[in-house]
């Protein structure tokens, strides 16, 4: 009986054995269908996302993990821990953060899978190794995730259901397929990344500004970009795949050739170099080529080159060539100096009129201060303008200032000077100078002759009154022995007219400008003598006088004169007889900028017939008329209450008519 039992008990452990072996073989093929599984979803996932999720169903099959799931990776540019994937049934996803003390954490410091029921974490948290982090679960299972012994994550699974435990047989399963996870993982997101660096490639390739091509190592294209094919002048379907060399230009074909046979066998060739291509419309572009190797996959030698349109920059560059040339050519023959210095005025440029100007040798003024060009006496005036125009003040832009030539001659110059300016700082001032000593010295000249000129006119004017007054006095003389009243008027109007002239010439000399005669004060001179000379009470007939301030030229001044002495004198002979009182009046204003009216009238007696001014039979009114006419002017006379003589003309200028 006791064998019997003995028996059945062997039995029965061989039995219990046997069915965990059974067990742990169903467990084994679970995990290996789990890493195949894990392994194709790799392949099918459409994102890591997609990915985590597809990991976490397939974990959910081989221990209790539906609920209570997460992946946390660790970012090695950040140093921050990251939770990419996070199912729990008590606590949100957390936000990225620094390493700390939690059961993640252990394990990703360990590199050890880890089953933490509460007894554990209890140990733990007693040594100091973790801390409490989130809510409390009761039972707790991570295990690296490893990459080549280094680890890049944690995979947990946990639950809060009380008394519920994961086995060590969960543990050896997670701890067996995390391996294939981080593969995974990894594998996706470098996945990801060459996607990511490859869509940045062709946007970077297909929106860049230069033209970009490979080619094989027979000469086929194997890929441009449009900017490329908008160079050559060709569609990419026209080009893609044929013999790069056919767009070229016939003078550049064996040159790029030979340096593009070169490099492929590894030789030194400048990586940058030009050539013509010729475009499909028949043109011809200058373009400019940087090319590198690189292998394939395969280990085919390919080459990739940048290419770009120089015609336009390289035919601006030439005409700026031929500007700088031109501008340096005209600037060194420049009939002026030119000088460029900085903020201390030491000299950067100047040309070889400069030398020639203060007679040295360029290489004596290399580097040098301009005050070395200034006379001692205004080297003080010289530097202040430099430091105030340097310094931002405004200053003028043109003066003087006499100059020290090597030998010590004293020179006057004239300098213009502009600020320089980099980037909207002051670094200096061009300047442009000129040697005007000759035309000073004929300033002063001129300056010396205009004032002999200025006394001997003044001189010819007195003369010239002198002879008129003693004409007017032999006329006055001889008058003594006339007894005929009719002869003797006319001895006397004669007399006042050359007056008239003479106080012209007086007014002239007198002046401080003696082209000039300020008319408003001769007709003030000239109505008083006429006055005295007709022996008038300036109380019984009037003058009222309204001229404004007129400067007229001798060439109008004396026939003017001569007309308003006849008409005052014929309004003071004429118009009042018998001892009548009455008024005067004389008004001159200018009409607009060429006009000037003059109006003479009396309230004398006055004239009844008209056709006397019309067809003046006495010599007066016949010189009034011929007169006007020399002023080029026109005469109104008008009949009312007054007599009045309204002439408007124009002031004369021989100048035009010479």
């Known amino acids: 009986m006791k064998k019997l039992k003995s028996k059945q008990k062997l039995i029965h452990d061989d039995v219990k054995k046997l069915k965990k072996k059974v067990e742990d073989l169903e467990r084994l093929e679970k995990a290996q269908e789990s890493i195949f599984k894990i392994s194709e979803a790799v392949h099918s996932a459409k994102s890591l996302d997609d990915l985590y999720k597809k990991i976490h169903e397939i974990i959910a099959k081989l221990m209790p993990a539906k609920e209570n799931f997460y992946l946390a990776l660790l970012d090695e540019g950040s140093g921050l821990l990251t939770y990419p994937y996070f199912v729990d049934q008590e606590e949100e996803p957390p936000s990225p953060q620094k390493l700390g003390r939690g059961l993640t954490e252990y394990v990703l410091r360990t590199g050890k899978t880890l089953l ?11 040594k100091g190794e973790v801390v409490s982090v989130g809510p409390p679960s009761e039972d707790w299972l991570g295990a690296p995730l490893k990459i080549k012994n280094k680890t890049m994550g944690v995979l947990v699974v946990q639950s809060y259901k009380k008394g519920f435990r994961y086995t060590e047989e969960d543990k050896d399963i997670l701890n067996f397929v995390s391996e294939q996870v981080a593969t995974a993982i990894s594998r996706k997101k470098s996945e990801e990344e060459l996607s990511e660096r490859n869509m940045l490639f062709r946007l970077v390739v297909n929106n860049s500004p230069s033209g970009i091509f490979t080619i094989d190592d027979h000469f086929k294209l194997t890929y441009l970009n449009e900017r490329a094919a908008e160079i050559v002048g060709y569609k990419k379907e026209e080009v893609m795949g044929k013999d790069f060399r056919f767009f070229l230009d016939q003078g550049s074909k ?14 030194d060739v400048p990586s940058r170099y030009e050539f013509k291509v010729a475009r499909k419309d028949g043109s011809k572009r200058l373009v400019e080529v940087v ?3 690189f292998k394939t996959y395969s280990g085919e030698i390919q080459s990739v080159a940048h290419i770009r349109d120089i015609t336009e920059s390289r035919m601006m560059e030439r005409m700026l060539k031929e500007s700088e040339a031109r501008y340096k050519n005209l600037v060194e023959k420049a009939r002026i100096a030119i000088m460029i210095d900085d903020r201390d005025g030491n000299m950067k440029y100047f040309n070889d009129k400069l030398c020639e100007i203060f007679g040295y040798q360029r290489k004596e003024l290399e580097k040098r201060n301009i005050l070395m060009l ?5 080297r003080e005036k010289v530097m202040n303008m430099h430091k105030n125009r340097v310094s931002g003040k405004r200053v003028k832009s043109s003066y003087e ?3 020290a030539k090597k030998d010590g001659a004293g020179i006057f110059c004239e300098v213009d000077a502009v600020i320089l300016k980099d980037k909207d700082q002051i670094i200096g001032t061009r300047s442009y100078i000129r040697d005007i000593t000759e035309s000073k010295k004929n300033k002063q000249r001129i300056e010396r002759s205009l004032k002999e000129k200025e006394v001997l006119l003044r001189e010819i004017h007195h003369r010239v009154k002198n002879n008129m007054q003693v004409i007017s006095s032999l006329l006055t003389l001889q008058s003594k022995d006339i007894d005929d009243e009719k002869v003797l008027d006319i001895f006397q109007e004669s007399r006042r007219r050359i007056k008239t002239m003479a106080m012209v010439h007086e007014k002239l000399y007198r002046s401080e400008d003696l082209s000039k005669v300020d008319f408003s004060k001769y007709i003030s001179s000239l109505t008083q003598y006429l006055f005295r000379s007709f022996g008038i009470d300036p109380e019984k007939i009037l003058l009222k006088k309204e001229v404004e301030e007129i400067f007229l030229d ?5 026939p003017l004169g001569l007309l308003v002495n006849e008409l005052i004198s014929n309004s003071l002979k004429h118009g009042f007889p018998d001892n009548k009182g009455g008024e005067v009046k004389i008004s001159m204003s200018r009409e607009d900028k060429d006009k000037i009216k003059l109006v003479v009238s009396d309230n004398g007696v006055g004239v009844k017939n008209k056709l006397v001014f019309n067809k003046p039979s006495s010599f007066g009114l016949q010189l009034v008329k011929m007169l006007t006419e020399q002023l080029h002017g026109n005469m109104k006379v008008e009949m009312n209450e007054k007599t009045s003589f309204i002439i408007i003309f124009k002031e004369l200028d021989y100048s035009s008519e010479l």
């Open 116 to 126: 933490a029921p509460q007894k554990v974490f209890e140990e733990l948290e007693r």
């Open 254 to 267: 064996k040159m790029v050739t030979d340096r593009y046979q070169k490099r492929q066998r590894g030789e």
């Open 291 to 293: 090319s590198g190797v």
């Open 374 to 378: 200034v006379h001692p006496d205004d």
């Open 401 to 403: 200032f006499k100059g």
């Open 554 to 558: 001798i060439n109008t001044a004396i």
